[in-house]
């Protein structure tokens, strides 16, 4: 069983930093993607970044160039490095990931607040 432990999230002024953090534990994948998910109050979720096995990044709009995600080198940590931060960016954060062992397998964190006042 994977399990997923974020955290880092808090209360920032905007232009701030945060940087969030999500500790892998359990079954590993050879064939995995690792991202963060956001969901503000009365919104869906929605990816925010994530990186692959092979070290493939990808962004979502709103985010590319302030936010960095990356990765240890024992893979077993995920960060997401937050910068210029906005009130817009306001959201439960939630790690996840997705692998493939002969099937789609998928799983989340418990998600971490960050709140970004203006």
């Known amino acids: 069983q994977v399990q997923l432990v974020e955290s880092g999230g808090g209360l920032v002024q905007a232009g701030g930093s945060l940087r969030l953090s999500c500790v892998v534990s359990?079954?590993?994948?050879?064939?995995?993607?690792l991202g963060w998910y956001r969901q503000a109050p009365g919104k869906q979720r929605e990816p925010v970044a994530s990186i692959t096995n092979r070290g493939s990044t990808n962004y979502a709009d709103s985010v590319k160039g302030r936010f960095t995600i990356s990765r240890d080198g024992g893979e077993k940590t995920l960060y997401l490095q937050m910068n210029s931060l906005k009130p817009e960016d306001t959201a439960v954060y939630y790690c996840?990931?997705?692998?493939?062992?002969?099937?789609?397998?998928?799983?989340w964190g418990q998600g971490t607040q960050v709140t970004v006042s203006s």
């Open positions: 996840n990931e997705k692998g493939w062992s002969g099937r789609l397998q998928e799983y």
């Open positions: 359990g079954r590993d994948f050879n064939i995995y993607t």
